[in-house]
């Protein structure tokens, strides 16, 4: 309506300077004429405006498929580590299989063992059989080491069975919970794909969208070139009679398209910006997945650790089982990383330590020792007060007590430590007999 409006004031306005001119003894024009030229005159003004949107739509396709082929190129990414992770993970229940069936080889030996001995019993009962009657102080005696024997036997073969099959429980366990997490895993990459899939359809179609719309442009500038040439020709004596009337209209016609402008930049970059919200909105969830992928994958790795040394410690009970010969490992875990340290090795010295601290939390010499380890060797004195704090809690009636607490006051910094320091006489770990005495005295 408002260009209708406009274009008819200037058509009034084109009559009016049509008839100044006859006044003013300019060549005759009717008015037909007058109104041809200026229909001619907005047809290219038109036309120039449709050419210069059609170039700015051909301009916002090729961003958008650019934009496009790069978040192509950041899914194919994503996808490929994915991929990665669920080998990874693979691998890791690969790995819980091999050490099954490790475990179960190692069953089967000690049963083939089990067996060997039975024969061997078997033929020394033969062997005693065939020897001649013996009083019967001593048949009786033997009688009685035959049932202990026995007896030990059924107690030996239940405590394996039983051990036995709580290491298979535990390991299918474990087994099944990797299973589960690669599933998972699977699932994830699955979706990611698919995905991929659509993201790379939605591409190939505004590709094709963006090349029909500038072909279609390309035709369409074409056509109004031409048509422009021509009116150009056509309006070139009209326009110089309405010079000034045309300029103020370009003028006003220039603040709209500056208007219309800046109206269509806001609302490029109010999609811009949705876009940008959206794109990071998926990073953070991709980015929380692959986090979620790669603690199962830890958790998975930790749990295949701690099988593992749960089967260790399973097959050193089982050796002290068969040879009936039962050792305080976490003592002697102590007495090792005592030797450690004397040796200058401090790392293996703590985890010696801290695995006999596993064995048996209530073991004082361990916590003494590595309070010890950590105030002289590692200067970690945080660490040394809670190792220190934690042996004189299981232990507040023994003779060194009173030097460990002033241990501890010095390493906290205060002035009655400062005082009585000369006193405490720190031995380190050279001045560790009394944990040697209590292992072997």
Excluded: C
Aim: aromatic share 6%; no cysteine; charged share 30%.
């Amino acid at each position: 309506m408002t260009s209708r409006v406009r274009r008819d004031g200037v058509l009034l306005l084109l009559l009016a300077v049509g008839g100044w001119g006859l006044g003013a003894k300019q060549p005759p024009a009717s008015e037909s004429w007058t109104r041809e030229r200026a229909q001619l005159w907005f047809e290219r003004d038109d036309f120039k405006q449709q050419a210069a949107q059609a170039q700015r739509q051909a301009v916002e396709l090729t961003e958008e498929r650019t934009r496009l082929l790069e978040r192509l190129k950041t899914l194919t990414v994503e996808r490929n580590a994915a991929r990665e992770q669920a080998e990874t993970a693979q691998h890791d229940v690969q790995a819980v299989g091999d050490a099954l069936t490790l475990v179960t080889d190692e069953g089967a030996r000690w049963r083939t063992e089990a067996e060997q001995r039975r024969a061997e019993v078997s033929e020394l009962q033969q062997q005693v059989a065939m020897i001649p009657p013996e009083p019967p102080a001593v048949q009786k005696a033997r009688t009685t080491l035959r049932q202990e024997v026995q007896e030990a036997r059924k107690d030996t073969e239940y405590l394996w069975s039983k051990e036995r099959d709580k290491l298979e429980r535990r390991h299918a366990d474990e087994l099944n919970s990797v299973r589960q997490d690669l599933d998972r895993a699977t699932t994830r990459l699955t979706a990611l794909t698919e995905e991929l899939r659509q993201v790379t359809q939605t591409a190939r179609a505004t590709e094709a969208g963006a090349q029909q719309g500038v072909e279609r442009a390309a035709d369409e500038v074409e056509q109004i070139r031409r048509r422009a040439a021509q009116a150009e020709a056509d309006n070139l004596r009209a326009l110089e009679h309405t010079r000034d009337q045309a300029a103020r209209e370009v003028e006003q016609i220039r603040r709209r398209a500056a208007q219309h402008e800046q109206e269509s930049q806001r609302a490029v970059d109010q999609a811009h910006d949705q876009q940008a919200q959206a794109d990071a909105q998926w990073r953070r969830r991709l980015a929380a997945e692959q986090t979620a992928v790669r603690r199962t994958r830890e958790d998975a790795r930790r749990r295949i650790n701690q099988a593992e040394q749960e089967t260790r410690s399973d097959r050193v009970r089982l050796e002290q089982l068969r040879s009936g010969v039962m050792v305080d490992w976490a003592k002697l875990y102590v007495r090792v990383g005592v030797l450690e340290a004397k040796l200058g090795h401090a790392e293996e010295a703590e985890r010696d330590f801290q695995y006999a601290v596993q064995l048996q939390p209530a073991l004082a010499s361990a916590y003494y020792n590595l309070g010890i380890l950590y105030d002289d060797h590692f200067n970690n004195g945080p660490a040394a007060i809670e190792q220190y704090e934690q042996y004189l809690l299981l232990a507040p009636e023994a003779k060194d007590a009173k030097t460990v607490r002033g241990w501890v006051q010095l390493l906290k910094g205060t002035e009655t430590a400062n005082q009585d320091r000369q006193q405490w006489n720190r031995p380190g770990l050279s001045g560790l007999g009394k944990t040697f005495k209590d292992l072997w005295g």
